[in-house]
Structure formats: structure tokens, C-alpha cells
């Protein structure tokens, strides 16, 4: 009933080893994930990242998700990493997610990566600042 629909969903992610982040979003994934399936269709994705670490909402005790947290939205194509760097997005998410290596292998579980095409910021209630992708 909601094919062709966007929708959301939470997927383990890093942007490389914690000596070596990227900034560029990998993802390991399963065909048997709906959103995988639709994102093998039509490649278009948004993510949205809470600042749930960042000094001024801790300091301040307010929720991550009150606009008055910034949050970064990357947006851009889903892609299958080619094969000349899975070794890196193994090492990157390995290595911030230990857990995915106990994942069942029946599952088919492979690489993607977002390339991002634009980048805003909303730091505050309503407002949204353009980054440029090279920053």
C-alpha cells in the first residue's frame, strides 16, 4: 500500500574508523530491507543527523530532537560500494559497530554509501543554512 511512498528508517551508519572519518555516510545493508529494495529503485535519499552530542543541549538538558538542537540533512544518491572500497566501509563500520559482524550472513548484507548532492543546517527554529558539499 505504500510502494512508490517515501518513508523513514533507522540504519546503522559511519563515515569511517574513528581515526579516519570521511564524512561521507556508509550503510550496511540487506536486500531483504524494504528501504534497501526501494532505494535499489530510485536511489534518492535524505538523512537526518541530531546534534545528540553537541555541548549546548546537554548543557542546557534539552532533547536532541527540539529544533533549538541543530541537525544536519545530507541529501544524494544511495550507491553499492564498489568493490575498491569495501574494505574501508568494512573497516568503518566494523569498527563503530562491532555488533554487525554477529549479523546473520544468510541476510546478503552488502554496502551502500550516500553521495551527497547537497548539505543543510538548521541551527535553529526554522532556520536552514546551504553548506557547500566540499566543506
Known sequence: QIQGMPYGNCLLLSDGPINNSTGIPFFYVTPKDNTVTDLLKNPMASLTLPEADGNFCRKNVIDPEDPRCARLTLTGQMVTVPPEEVEFAKQ???SRHPVVRKWPRSYEWFF????IEHI???SWYGEVSPIAVEE
Open 112 to 115: 551502500m554509501k550516500m553521495n
Open 120 to 122: 543543510w543546517l538548521q
Open 92 to 94: 568503518a563500520m566494523f
